[in-house]
């Protein structure tokens, strides 16, 4: 299975407390700092980043990998793929 065990991200943007499109812009901004293949992660919890995240990972083609509940928002996992 591909994918599997986990892996780790990287890199961790800590955007809990902003409304979108806020986590997807620092998301953007910081993606460059884990090498092509590796995951970075985006906390969020503004409703909205369940869906902005992963629909900009497949309008940007980096694989959307995983929603990881906290106890306040989620994860987001997103392989960076270019």
Do not use: N
Not at 2 to 22: D, H, I, M, N, S
């Amino acid at each position: 299975m591909p994918g599997y065990p986990p892996q780790a991200p990287l890199v961790t943007v800590e955007a809990v407390g902003r409304k979108c499109p806020v986590p997807i812009i620092m998301l953007a901004a910081r993606l460059g700092e884990v090498p092509i293949g590796s995951v970075i992660a985006v906390t969020a919890d503004d409703p909205a980043a369940r869906a902005d995240i992963p629909a900009w990972c497949r309008m940007k083609m980096h694989e959307f990998l995983a929603e990881e509940p906290l106890g306040r928002g989620s994860a987001f996992h997103i392989r960076r793929m270019y």
